[in-house]
């Protein structure tokens, strides 16, 4: 007898069939023991609840309004960079994956920006982001408190003019510019310069710190304010005071190394801020935050933002840093990526 075989017709198959299948059942043999999770290495931030929801759909995440304006995305790209050789490319980068994927932006310090337009095509992305989603300069409280002394504080509505930005960022410092080698001295507190600008310049103001975070009361005091936000900048992610630290001599690192190691988590930030808001009642005026500090993921953002009792996003910097210094294709890939976690999470995450 005889047998003639013909080749295999995928699309003739019937739906039972599937001519992956023995290739696919012989990676999980070969898989399972290396892909086994020990169960105390298990997220105990969550409950997993796979029975509630199909797999979402590719833009599945509800638009809602922060900062005055739609965003499809609860990110923050935030403050970063701009008058070094990769600036340009960062910031423009960063800019179009916020116009393609509905993030905001905050641009790092704009201080090059106030008495020279030279580094302004660093800055100037506008036009990538496009008119509907948040941008907003960056000064510091060196700066302003500069621009206070001086008669200038005029020079910031300049400032978020040239850049058509929807309002400016305040990044609070005092750690970083006492072991910056370089560094301003403050001669008022960091709450008389903002409550000073509030007064003298009428722009939506979101105040940061640089990577430490706040305690309760510093907290307490900025939710009393007519703030747009308050971006944690929490320990945990880049912290500028242990950055200007290793600028440093050896010795002076020596003697404040322990510095670096003074501050705030974003998840103990979440807690305090919570406590607030039930204490403060109606006093509490400020009410949106930018969760940022040591948000690694997307389960990070989306734990957190879940735990905050008012509307809040969360902030990245170095991982977006990491992927918008080459192609903008490699960026894109990110946070495809990242979006794509978000609404997994939607689908099948409860937060404990």
């Not at 013909?6 to 023995?22: F, G, Q, W, Y």
């Not at 010795?251 to 979440?270: C, P, R």
């Amino acid at each position: 007898m005889t047998f003639t075989s013909k080749p295999l017709n995928v699309d003739t198959l019937s739906p039972k069939e599937d001519p992956t299948a023995s290739s696919r059942k012989r990676d999980h043999i070969e898989l399972a023991f290396r892909s086994q999770v020990e169960s105390g290495t298990l997220d105990q931030r969550f409950y997993y609840e796979p029975l509630l929801s199909g797999h979402p759909a590719k833009g599945s995440l509800k638009n809602f309004l922060f900062l005055g304006k739609t965003m499809r995305a609860p990110v923050w790209v935030s403050s970063m960079t701009g008058g070094t050789d990769w600036a340009n490319t960062i910031n423009h980068n960063l800019a179009r994956a916020c116009k393609e994927f509905g993030m905001g932006m905050g641009l790092g310090s704009c201080r090059p920006l106030l008495y020279s337009n030279e580094s302004l095509p660093d800055f100037d992305v506008r036009k990538e982001i496009g008119d509907d989603l948040p941008l907003f300069a960056n000064l510091g409280i060196a700066q302003l408190e500069e621009l206070i002394d001086r008669g200038e504080l005029y020079r910031v509505r300049e400032l978020t003019d040239k850049l058509q930005a929807d309002g400016l960022i305040i990044h609070v410092n005092p750690l970083q510019e006492w072991l910056q080698p370089e560094g301003d001295r403050f001669v008022r507190s960091s709450l008389q310069v903002i409550e000073m600008v509030l007064e003298k310049v009428n722009l939506p103001i979101i105040v940061k710190e640089v990577g430490q975070g706040m305690g309760m009361e510093s907290l307490r005091a900025l939710m009393q304010l007519p703030l747009a936000a308050i971006d944690f900048a929490a320990n945990g992610g880049t912290n500028f005071a242990r950055l200007e630290m290793l600028r440093s001599d050896e010795a002076k690192a020596a003697i404040y190394e322990q510095l670096a190691h003074v501050g705030h988590s974003a998840a103990e930030m979440t807690l305090m801020a919570n406590q607030l808001l039930e204490e403060l009642g109606d006093k509490a005026v400020c009410r949106q935050f930018i969760i940022s500090g040591g948000v690694r993921t997307f389960l990070d953002g989306y734990y957190l933002t879940q735990k905050l009792n008012a509307p809040a996003i969360y902030g990245q910097a170095s991982s977006f840093l990491r992927h918008a210094r080459g192609s903008y294709e490699e960026l894109q890939t990110y946070v495809a990526a990242q979006i794509e976690g978000l609404e997994l999470a939607n689908a099948f995450l409860r937060v404990r």
